[in-house]
């Protein structure tokens, strides 16, 4: 069973940084595509960066510049880098892995930026 846990979010002023990091079980984690998802309240969830097992990374409009997706296979880890935060940025972010018909998601971390 794959399992992904996320962390590093928390509460940051406007312009700062924070480094979100997902964890994840199960095997044929360097073959998968990891993406980061977040979700405001009362909004729908939305792709923000994802990465595929070759590397190729994809960004929503609106974090592209600022947001950074990585991944360590020797790790089973995919990271998020997110600089320069905008108070727009506060929501629930959740890591997902996708392959072979299959999603799998993560309970999510708290992201809250401050104006």
């Known amino acids: 069973q794959v399992q992904l846990v996320e962390s590093g979010g928390g509460l940051v002023q406007a312009g700062g940084s924070l480094r979100l990091s997902c964890a994840a079980s199960?095997?044929?984690?360097?073959?998968?595509?990891m993406g980061w998802y977040r979700q405001a309240p009362g909004a729908q969830r939305e792709m923000v960066a994802r990465?595929?097992?070759?590397?190729?990374?994809f960004y929503a409009d609106s974090v592209k510049g600022r947001f950074t997706i990585s991944r360590d296979n020797a790790k089973n880890t995919v990271y998020l880098q997110m600089n320069n935060l905008k108070p727009e940025d506060t929501a629930v972010y959740f890591c997902?892995?996708?392959?072979?018909?299959?999603?799998?998601w993560g309970q999510g971390t708290q992201v809250t930026v401050s104006s």
């Open positions: 997902k892995r996708s392959g072979f018909g299959n999603e799998f």
């Open positions: 199960g095997s044929l984690f360097s073959i998968m595509t």
């Open positions: 990465i595929t097992g070759g590397g190729s990374t």
